[in-house]
T-cell receptor, first 115, second 111 residues
Framework: DGGITQSPKYLFRKEGQNVTLSCEQN?????MYWYRQDPGQGLRLIYY???????QKGDIAEGYSVSREKKESFPLTVTSAQKNPTAFYLC??????????????FGEGSRLTVL | RKEVEQDPGPFNVPEGATVAFNCTYS??????FFWYRQDCRKEPKLLMS???SGNEDGRFTAQLNRASQYISLLIRDSKLSDSATYLC????????????FGSGTRLLVRP
């Protein structure tokens, strides 16, 4: 079955540590995204990538970094510079811009708690 | 002002009821509109797109009012399984990939 796999599902880290969240898709989608969701708030875009080896900052990129070395993979690193990293992180993918229908396919999410 | 605003609810309705949610958006240049559904502690999934003339998918009807800058979702004959958070999503005309998500309206359908 095609889909998006995020890992880990739950992650606990101490303040000041960098953490990397994995996102892999086998849908052959060109575009991939990282969103953050906090209680009572809508999803906010962290980074997105339209093609391998290229990515753009979203609305809340500060304290985060990404890479897109392979079409299937778009890992997110939450650095110690992110002031409030505890959140639900969602990775998504979609078909390319010219045919984008507005449908994002999401992974099951990663819950990061910083102690 | 938020770019996309929704009443957080919860809307608590009995099975079989009809319930409607509204969502307002601030950018008049918005191009596309969608409703996503998110179950508790799960990922969002596309429920339906919203077309200018309005559209229906089974018990769900979506409407768009560009003049007043709002979209609506009507659910008829509510089922227990409809309990979820419904996210209003807008795509700006000048940003092909960027979707703006509302914070969601929570629906609870009781027996």
């Amino acid at each position: 079955d095609g889909g998006i796999t995020q890992s880990p599902k739950y992650l606990f880290r101490k303040e000041g540590q960098n953490v990397t969240l994995s996102c892999e898709q086998n849908l052959n989608h060109d575009a991939m995204y990282w969103y953050r969701q906090d209680p009572g708030q809508g999803l906010r875009l962290i980074y997105y990538s339209q093609i391998v080896n290229d990515f753009q900052k979203g609305d809340i990129a500060e304290g985060y970094s990404v890479s897109r070395e392979k079409k299937e993979s778009f890992p997110l690193t939450v650095t110690s510079a992110q002031k409030n990293p505890t959140a639900f992180y969602l990775c998504a993918s979609s078909i390319a811009s010219g045919r984008f229908t507005g449908e994002l396919f999401f992974g099951e999410g990663s819950r990061l708690t910083v102690l | 002002r938020k770019e996309v605003e929704q009443d957080p609810g919860p809307f608590n309705v009995p099975e079989g009821a009809t319930v409607a949610f509204n969502c307002t958006y601030s950018n008049s240049a918005s191009q596309s509109f969608f409703w996503y559904r998110q179950d508790c502690r799960k990922e969002p999934k596309l429920l339906m797109s919203v077309y200018s003339s309005g559209n229906e998918d089974g018990r769900f009807t979506a409407q768009l009012n560009r003049a007043s800058q709002y979209i609506s979702l009507l659910i008829r004959d509510s089922k227990l399984s409809d309990s979820a958070t419904y996210l209003c999503v807008v795509r700006w005309m000048d940003s092909s990939y960027k979707l703006i998500f509302g914070s969601g309206t929570r629906l609870l359908v009781r027996p």
